[in-house]
């Protein structure tokens, strides 16, 4: 099937999804898991299709700053649709179905160098498939601080807003929040050791920025986690946490691509 017919099949799935969830949130329509896994699940399919024939190329995988994007946010999704089959999450897909639908067009419409990593690269693969999973979850993890923070705005200024109406409580909305970051930083850990294990060079020049980011964001977590357990953090104070881990860990993960990539067209 062509890239491009993948690609519109996608986007729609994504849209009508969308708008299903905007018009469940604003009280037009019941909500329904079964259709809500559907359209998923299909969107899913359409957008998998689309990273096997632009992600993997033959002898390996190309990683280049708008494709590995396009795999990030399958693994958004995925994890978010696992997720909603027992968790209050169905409000995450208002920001994780955007995220998914503009990291396609964004690859359709630019092109960036290469950049391959071999698939006999067993131990680089693993450590790739750590950190994206690591970062797939903490997107989730951002979208729920941003609705944990206005959520805590609204309870002061207008209880009977319709976010406070459609949002689960508050403490299952922090609860869902530290569950996330908990599972994140388990997985950020795990890509730290098998980059050190497998990695010849943590701190090679196209390395450095990623690793040093990498840490901080994993120390601001960590901060995160001794503060809710020891200090009793919650609400707005967690929810700048994890956005500040978030930022790092985006500045880890897309800051070295974005220069060398887009700016000096260098591939790899």
């Given amino acids: 099937m062509g ?12 849209s009508v999804g969308t708008a299903l ?29 689309l990273i096997a024939q ?13 494709k590995s994007s396009v795999l990030i946010s399958w693994l958004i999704v995925f994890l978010l649709l696992g997720l909603n089959l027992t968790k209050p999450v169905a409000s995450l897909f208002l920001g994780a179905y955007p995220i998914a639908a503009l990291t396609i067009v964004m690859m359709l419409i630019t092109h960036t160098p290469s950049r391959l990593v071999p698939d006999q690269s067993y131990g680089m693969l693993s450590h790739i498939a750590l950190s994206v999973t690591a970062y797939s979850l903490f997107t989730l ?8 923070y206005f959520q805590n705005r609204q309870l002061k200024h207008n209880y009977n807003s319709l976010l406070i109406r459609n949002l689960p409580p508050l403490q299952t909305m ?34 450095a920025h990623k690793t040093l980011f990498s840490m901080l964001s994993l120390m601001v977590f960590i901060g995160l986690l001794v503060g809710r357990y020891t200090k ?4 707005m104070t967690a929810s700048r946490w994890t956005l500040a881990g978030c930022a790092l860990l985006m500045l880890a993960f897309y800051g070295s691509k974005f220069v060398l990539e887009l700016l000096f067209q260098r591939g790899g």
């Fill in 232 to 235: 009793g953090w919650r609400g």
């Fill in 54 to 66: 632009t992600v993997h190329m033959d002898g390996g995988f190309d990683l280049s700053f708008f």
């Fill in 3 to 14: 890239t491009l017919i993948l690609a519109v099949t996608a986007l729609f799935l994504y």
């Fill in 174 to 207: 922090e609860s869902l929040l530290f569950e996330m970051v908990w599972a994140g930083v388990v997985l950020l850990v795990l890509a730290i050791v098998t980059g050190a294990v497998f990695i010849e060079d943590l701190f090679a020049q196209d390395l």
């Fill in 141 to 148: 993890a951002a979208i729920q601080a941003v609705l944990l």
């Fill in 21 to 49: 969830q905007a018009l469940h949130f604003r009280g037009r329509v019941q909500s329904n898991l079964a259709i809500t896994t559907l359209i998923g699940i299909l969107a899913l399919i359409g957008h998998g299709l």
